[in-house]
Structure formats: structure tokens, C-alpha cells
């Protein structure tokens, strides 16, 4: 089995190219926030505990995201690999990964990053709030601080798959097909 995790700021084109690993490769996509979203409407014991947490304006911890993770590598056995987007978020949770992958004698294979310069975020968020009527993607301030939030959020984590020798970046500049061609040269 296999594990990569995908990282880009927002923007970058994470989904569209998980949607392309999954076709070519049958690798099954993880998004924490359509897990959450999922686990709340199916109104399962996680989902209760998820959508009360949330409500209350708190983050969900990361126990309850772990075992929502594998809840979905368990209910998926016969794909070829996953692809996390949006998972791990912090150093504990990328550890609490290793160590959950470690047990079943696996690992995380490849960390793919795709880096776009800031002011190509804005300009993406900025168009696709246009075509997927995103109120959320039209004010600056807020692209901004998402801007930031990722930068602070990812760099321990650059840092910490680095040092394993497991982070690729992938340059996010050309057509959706020349970025997929560069992912599937460091798979």
C-alpha cells in the first residue's frame, strides 16, 4: 500500500490533482474536511462528537481526526495507495500517522508539495470564486490569512518529512497536465 500526502497553499491545485492520481493510479483521496463533513451527515459516534465540537467553535482533536483516517484506510482495502490533502496539519499529527502506519508496517512514501507563489494564489482564489460562486474567495484580507496560516501550519512539517528524506516539491506553474506529469515522474 501506498501513502503520499499532498501539500500546497490553497489554490495550488491539490484537488484537481488528486482527482488525476486516483484515475490513473487508483489511489483512493482523503480530505479531512470531506471525512468530517461525511462522518457529521451520516450521524455516526464521531460525527456527533465532530459536529458538537465544531459548533462550539472548538477544533476537532486529533484523536477524533486519527481515527477518522483509519476508519477510512480500513473501509478502503482495495485501492493501491492514498492520498491525504489536508492531513496531517501539525507535527503531532503527522507523528501519530507514522506511528499508526508503523504498525502495520508501513509508512508515509512521498511527501508532494506544490508550490505556486503567493500572488498566483490570489489570483486562482480569486478566479475560482468567480466560476464556483465562493464569497469566502473574494475578500483579500481573508486569502491572506489563509496565505499565512499555511505557511506557519506547514513549515515543521517540511522540516519533519525532510529530515526522512520523504518531501518533493513540485513546481505548480504550467497546465494542469504538465503539474500531473511532474507528480507522476516523483511517485
Known amino acids: 500500500m501506498k501513502y503520499y500526502l499532498l501539500f500546497g497553499p490553497p489554490g495550488a491545485g491539490k484537488g484537481t490533482q488528486a482527482k488525476l492520481m486516483v484515475e490513473k493510479y487508483n489511489f483512493h483521496h482523503v ?3 470531506d471525512l468530517l463533513r461525511k462522518e457529521i451527515a451520516a450521524g455516526t459516534e464521531l460525527g456527533k462528537i465532530a459536529k458538537q465540537l465544531i ?3 472548538n477544533f476537532v482533536d486529533d484523536s477524533i481526526v486519527v481515527q477518522m483516517i483509519e476508519n477510512e484506510i ?3 482495502p482495495n485501492v493501491a495507495g492514498f492520498i491525504f490533502d489536508g492531513f496531517p496539519r501539525t507535527l503531532p499529527q ?3 500517522l507514522d506511528k499508526m502506519l508503523a504498525e502495520k508496517n508501513q509508512e508515509v512514501n512521498k511527501v508532494l508539495s506544490i508550490i505556486i507563489p503567493d500572488e498566483m494564489v490570489f489570483e486562482r482564489i ?3 470564486a468567480t466560476i464556483e460562486n465562493r464569497k469566502d474567495d473574494t475578500d483579500k484580507s481573508i486569502i491572506q490569512t489563509r496565505i499565512d496560516l499555511y505557511h506557519n501550519k506547514t513549515m515543521p512539517l517540511i522540516e519533519y518529512y525532510s529530515a526522512q528524506g520523504k518531501y518533493q516539491e513540485i513546481c505548480g506553474i504550467g497546465t494542469v497536465e504538465e503539474i500531473f506529469q511532474k507528480i507522476s515522474d516523483n511517485l
Open 31 to 33: 480530505s479531512t474536511g
Open 55 to 57: 459548533d462550539n467553535g
Open 74 to 76: 480500513a473501509g478502503n
Open 94 to 96: 503527522a507523528e501519530i
Open 126 to 128: 480569486l478566479h475560482r
